[in-house]
């Protein structure tokens, strides 16, 4: 791919005797998405505020444009747009007043700055809602707004952090949208997110991180391709479907969890529709093979709290 | 654990530039924003204090405390006293509350601004703060006719730089408070001692001379008061080098520091 934005080498970020990032080794390209995915505490979040500036490392080099994050943070921070995982948007204020007050912040002149703002409410729906203050907001709205006032610098690097935790499917969907226009226009996103649908709708790449390391990098497809297959057969748990589906499949993978019984194979479509017409069994179904799969495999079903 | 890098970071100088006002220019956006509300209540507290205390006690004390009427010898004191609640309220409740509940300071420092600029200018939005609730009681004290000297406009700067200390003092209480309801114990072991002990409502030099002593080498308002009783009369009763010195001497000490310990505590 083309040009490397964003470096890492031998990253690692340590809290007293907590290593919440571990020597990762990183690169972010220009133009493309990049998700950053793992389960809480995986050192997500860390590793993006580091990249903006507002952690220092603990060792390790970490390069945005060329520019070192802790030589050129005032730099770094003019060329990248912050959308927190946490809404921090500022309640003293409306709506288009957290725009201007945020542009300042960013040194952009008054009329440049009412433009923007203005063309940013539109870009996230919000006019109508311009003279409103922040709590009378939905968790839509205020997603939107926090992508928009991240854009009030024009960035070329976006960092988004669960953008689209806690929205409805509408919600959802047109932050995504919004997330490929700017895709499209080159911005480079970085993006991090529970929701595997969204990282394979959205990401050129996919990064896997567990307990501050990398475990996986890849496209989405072809992580599911090398880690779970194609196909996956799903059924609820009984001991005789089980023996029956080991003597039938000996080659694919089988996963008892909770209720559920999943068989993963890399066999070409069709395998299991024959096997269903033989062994007709209730409430199985066949599904694609997805990035969660992929991501349970690798990280394990246990919770993380 | 304090290693002595640590220890040395805690008094580091600050690296500030212009992007400094532009965080007390937020505060003074949301102000003006409520103007009517942050100017008018604070009209009353004046006029209720120098009308019930200054002629009702008044009365009793009879003619004159240290040559002055009651209402006369206790106006600077309530001028100090509002420089001292609005800086000091300002950086412990108003700046905990945009730290902690607002994440205001987060979504600042994700721009060009750095976080030592977001707590310097949080100090110096904290004076002016002190600034204007002193221009208000001035205007109330004036309009009593309680004001003999020219000088008595000096007394906005004796409340900016007071204002400061006082920030600077309340943002240190910030950087250790683990929640809200710590800024009990600055309020009622040290706000509230100043408000009594400090030359306020009677003369620190009739106090019992431990207490005097106390009053003047740690309690920043016995210097207040007096600066601002002498731009008011042209007297005070403590030598008026010694308070610009005092002032002068701890206000960037406890700048420092409280910069410093609000880095510490959020930047991990």
Known sequence: MSEVLISAEKLTKKYDDFLAVDNIDFQVFKGECCGFLGPNGAGKTTTIKMIHCVLPLTSGELTVAGMNVSESPREIKKMIGVAPQEENLDPDFSVITNLLVYSRYFDIPGEDASGRAESLLKFAQLEDKRNVQIDQLSTGMKRRLILARALINEPRVLLLDEPTTGLDPQGRHLIWDKIRSLKKQGVTIILTTHYMDEAAELCDRTLIMDNGKIIELGKPAELVKKHVGEDVLEVDYDPDVLKFLQERFPEARLETAGERIRVFTDQPHGVFEDFLKDFPTKGATIRNANLEDVFLKLTGRQLRE | ?268
């Open chain 2, 1 to 268: 654990m304090k290693t002595p890098d640590a220890r040395a970071k805690i008094l580091q100088l600050p690296k500030l530039s212009y992007r400094t006002w532009k965080v007390w220019r937020r505060n003074l956006d949301v102000f003006m924003k409520t103007w009517k509300v942050n100017f008018f209540p604070p009209l009353l507290e004046p006029i209720f204090y120098l009308a019930v205390l200054g002629t009702g006690l008044g009365f009793y004390i009879g003619s004159s405390i240290e040559g002055y009427s009651y209402t006369q010898f206790i106006a600077p004191g309530i001028v100090a006293i509002t420089i001292m609640y609005s800086s000091f309220f300002e950086c412990t409740y108003g700046s905990f509350v945009r730290m902690y509940y607002q994440k205001t300071f987060d979504a600042i420092i994700a721009t060009p601004i750095s976080i030592e600029e977001v707590i310097a200018g949080e100090i110096v939005w904290g004076a002016t703060r002190a600034v204007i609730g002193c221009g208000i009681v001035l205007a109330v004290v004036a309009a009593f006719g309680l004001i003999s000297s020219p000088l008595f406009l000096l007394i906005l700067v004796v409340a900016f730089f007071s204002g400061l200390l006082f920030s600077a003092l309340a943002m240190c209480f910030t950087a250790l408070a683990p929640s809200i309801d710590f800024f009990n114990y600055p309020q009622y072991l040290f706000i509230t001692p100043m408000f009594v002990l400090s030359g306020t409502f009677f003369p620190v030099t009739k106090l019992p001379e431990t207490i005097q002593i106390f009053a003047q080498t740690v309690l920043p308002l016995t210097h207040t008061v007096n600066l601002t009783r002498w731009l008011m009369f042209g007297r005070s009763e403590i030598s008026i080098f010694e308070s610009v010195l005092w002032i002068a001497i701890i206000t960037p000490f406890f700048f420092v520091l409280a910069v410093n310990l609000m880095k510490r505590k959020l930047i991990k």
